[in-house]
């Protein structure tokens, strides 16, 4: 990682640590029912049928909107390989920050993609880390989203080994190195 970023994610994970858990659980329970209700106003402009289920997970707020079996009306909100679902995100993120005041990392799902993509990466980020021990020479992998270099991080810090972000926007991607 670059030293800006990993001091923003330091300053940012540092912050959240410093709020006591039960002030930082409502307030991140606070972020999600302000994107559900936008969410919901969303789904009703757009004639869509979704249910919205939130929760807290570490330091971020997740909010998924889900069909009714027939997640096919919904793939729309999650475009062409998710750049919808990025777009309604930030959306989101906004309409928060609006009302609260404060940046939001809350983190939306649509029909179970990100959860589908979640799996993948961890899975990607595995492999890597196994060809990087196999071979002892660090394994670079194709340009990134933010949300899919951080899932790959955490798979190859849980099969022991560190990786890098290198590069720039859109072209960053993550390098697991060796040892």
């Given at each position: 990682?670059?030293e800006?970023?990993?001091?923003?994610?330091?300053?940012?994970?540092?912050?959240?640590?410093?709020?006591?858990?039960?002030?930082?659980?409502?307030?991140?329970?606070?972020?999600?029912?302000?994107?559900?209700?936008?969410?919901?106003?969303l789904?009703?402009?757009a004639?869509?049928?979704?249910?919205?289920?939130?929760?807290?997970e570490?330091?971020?707020?997740?909010?998924?909107?889900?069909?009714?079996?027939?997640?096919?009306?919904?793939q729309?909100?999650?475009?062409?390989?998710?750049?919808?679902l990025?777009?309604?995100?930030?959306?989101t993120?906004?309409?928060?920050?609006?009302e609260?005041?404060?940046?939001?990392?809350?983190?939306?799902?649509?029909?179970?993609f990100?959860?589908r993509?979640?799996?993948?990466?961890?899975?990607?980020?595995?492999?890597?880390?196994?060809?990087?021990?196999?071979?002892g020479?660090?394994?670079?992998?194709?340009?990134?989203?933010?949300?899919?270099?951080?899932?790959?991080?955490?798979?190859?810090?849980?099969?022991?080994?560190?990786?890098?972000?290198e590069?720039?926007?859109?072209?960053?991607?993550?390098?697991?190195?060796?040892?």
């Amino acid at each position: 990682m670059t030293e800006g970023t990993t001091s923003a994610v330091e300053a940012e994970s540092g912050a959240a640590a410093q709020e006591p858990a039960d002030t930082l659980v409502a307030r991140l329970e606070q972020e999600g029912e302000i994107a559900a209700d936008y969410l919901e106003g969303l789904l009703d402009i757009a004639d869509l049928d979704g249910d919205i289920d939130m929760d807290v997970e570490g330091d971020r707020a997740l909010v998924s909107i889900v069909g009714d079996g027939n997640d096919r009306t919904l793939q729309r909100l999650v475009g062409q390989d998710g750049e919808v679902l990025e777009a309604l995100q930030e959306l989101t993120r906004l309409a928060v920050h609006r009302e609260t005041g404060e940046r939001s990392r809350l983190m939306l799902d649509i029909a179970g993609f990100r959860a589908r993509k979640r799996a993948e990466l961890a899975e990607l980020g595995a492999q890597a880390a196994e060809e990087a021990k196999r071979t002892g020479e660090p394994v670079k992998l194709r340009p990134m989203t933010p949300f899919e270099r951080k899932v790959v991080h955490d798979a190859v810090a849980a099969a022991g080994l560190r990786s890098e972000s290198e590069g720039e926007e859109p072209e960053r991607c993550v390098v697991v190195l060796a040892g």
